[in-house]
């Protein structure tokens, strides 16, 4: 199968309004697909499901799973082709600007007179639909190397598009990584830049959050944490810190309970934060900044390469593993238009004005492909 017969196939599942998921992990060529041969929505319960999972913001409602066992699964090798850049704007409304900003300024004066450190706020954009989104995912793929790239569809939920930058957790075997990822800034040709004291700080929040919550679960030892280091996500650049640790397997709905929703989509302390955002960020988040990804996925591996017509199994190791990831640089797909989701960590020093560039900044992330 080449590439364009695997998304040919993507394609007529979508005609049938069948489920699917077409996606490629961060760093990889592989472009793998979960076809669901019905339209019944399966839940996770106690996240030993072996499926692919799609899970909202609010963690009080259910994540929804597409089995390994019932989805036919297809792969195929990305390939390159070229994508023609076109820098277009798509301007809004002066009065969302206007909208946007109040909030913002609203957010400050609680954090300022409140025991609220740091809360995520966020907004869509509404953009109308020009091409088929088939062709949105082949140009994120080629686009963002470094990022989760993936396209979701549910006949019942709708259909999703995005290039994560974030890591919730990735386990294999015992051993465990998640990052702390926040503070935004454009890149402009080079990562040797340097951060401001709001950006450092906002972000080394995240990572003591993460440290502070996984060290209260007694399946998880040996911590352990990098230096904050800056990384690439498409035009923007943030600060991200590297977490790792070993953990009892038993242990993984609690790690992701505690880990989602984390602060650098929610913020500090959680519970104030996570009301704040519910009551007054006055939309509904629905998939943003919920998670996705493979939940207890078998990995086969082959011991020696080198050697062809491997029968002994004892020549393959099969590891379980599991890959999520915060759904940010996303969008819904309609029929006619795209809801482009965007938002950015609020402390006391934050600016208006600013806050709401780099909520435009984020959104190029997707419009570079539209
Ligand atoms: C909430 C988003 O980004 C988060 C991740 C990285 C940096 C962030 C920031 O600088 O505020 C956010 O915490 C988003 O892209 O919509």
């Known amino acids: 199968m080449n590439f364009d017969s695997f998304l040919e196939k ?46 909202p913001f609010n963690s009080q409602k259910r994540a929804i799973v597409f089995s390994f066992a019932s989805a036919e699964a297809i792969s195929v090798e990305q390939e390159s082709f ?32 409140s025991g609220l450190e740091k809360v995520v706020i966020s907004r869509k954009k509404e953009i109308e639909l020009e091409t088929e989104p088939f062709l949105y995912f082949k140009r994120l ?30 386990t294999e075997g015992r051993r465990l ?28 929040i995240v990572t003591r959050a993460i440290v502070d919550g ?51 989509v929610c913020g500090l302390p959680y519970e104030m934060a996570y009301d704040y955002i519910l009551t007054k960020e006055n939309y509904d988040r629905s998939y943003y900044t919920g998670y996705l990804g493979e939940l207890n996925f078998q990995h086969t591996k082959n011991r020696n390469p080198r050697r062809r017509n491997v029968e002994n199994s004892a020549y393959q190791s099969v590891s379980k593993q599991t890959n999520l ?25 934050s600016q208006p004005k600013s806050e709401w560039e780099e909520t435009q900044r984020k959104a190029e992330t997707m419009q570079q492909v539209l």
């Open 325 to 349: 990831y915060v759904n940010l640089r996303c969008m819904q797909v309609f029929d006619n238009r795209l809801e482009v989701y965007v938002g950015g960590g609020i402390t006391k020093d």
């Open 214 to 264: 996984l060290s209260q679960i007694a399946e998880v030892s040996n911590l352990q944490v990098g230096e904050p280091h800056t990384v690439r996500a498409g035009n923007v650049l943030h600060l991200k810190t590297n977490v790792s640790a070993t953990y009892e397997t038993s242990g993984l709905k609690k790690i992701i309970k505690k880990l989602h929703p984390t602060p650098a």
């Open 141 to 170: 793929l080629e686009l963002y190397p470094e990022a989760m790239v993936y396209c979701w569809y549910h006949p019942l939920v709708g259909m999703w598009i995005g290039a994560t930058p974030e890591t919730l957790v990735k």
């Open 177 to 204: 990584k998640t990052m702390a990822l926040a503070g935004t800034q454009v890149f402009n040709n080079t990562k040797e830049v340097s951060w401001k004291e709001k950006e450092k700080e906002e972000q080394a």
């Open 82 to 113: 070229q994508v023609n850049l076109k820098k277009r704007e798509y301007k809004e409304e002066q009065q969302e600007q206007d909208r946007y900003e109040k909030l913002i300024n609203k957010t400050i004066d609680t954090i300022k007179a």
């Open 10 to 55: 993507v394609r007529e599942h979508h005609s049938l309004q069948l489920p699917f998921v077409i996606y490629r992990h961060p760093g990889e060529k592989l472009v793998k697909g979960q076809l669901q041969p019905n339209n019944i929505i399966e839940y996770i319960n106690d996240f030993q499901e072996k499926g692919f999972v799609f899970a």
